[in-house]
């Protein structure tokens, strides 16, 4: 089991950034491929971004691509999520996400979809204004 705890939402002006933090505790963080999530009032939970054991990462939607960027921190088990230009758009409950990833090569890259994700936080909202 592997409990996952979201930080660092906010209330932010359009063009500012924030850092989403994710800490993970249960089980070896490092065996585990991580994602972010977000899902605005009315939509579909859509995929953001996500991480393999080897810290290669892979975005969603070219909205962020260039914008957020996924980093991992094995010694203080913690994903984060860097969002910088933040648009309305961005406007979301934010949630990561893990897969176990144990027993598989570096280079498996991490999952895109929902439904291969396990283990999930409780969700940090982030607002936008315009």
């Known amino acids: 089991q592997v409990q996952l705890v979201e930080s660092g939402g906010g209330l932010v002006q359009a063009g500012g950034s924030l850092r989403l933090s994710c800490q993970a505790s249960?089980?070896?963080?490092?065996?585990?491929?991580m994602g972010w999530f977000r899902q605005a009032p009315g939509k579909e939970r859509e995929f953001v971004a996500a991480i393999n054991l080897s810290a290669g990462s892979i975005y969603g939607t070219d909205s962020v691509k260039g914008r957020f960027t996924i980093s991992r921190d094995n010694a203080k088990n913690t994903v984060y999520l860097q969002m910088n230009t933040l648009k309305p758009e961005d406007t979301a409950v934010y949630y990561c996400a893990a897969r176990y990833f144990g027993g598989m090569s570096d280079r498996t890259p991490a999952p895109t979809e929902r439904s291969r994700y396990a283990y999930w936080g409780q969700g940090t909202q982030v607002t936008v204004s315009s």
């Open positions: 249960g089980r070896t963080f490092s065996n585990y491929a």
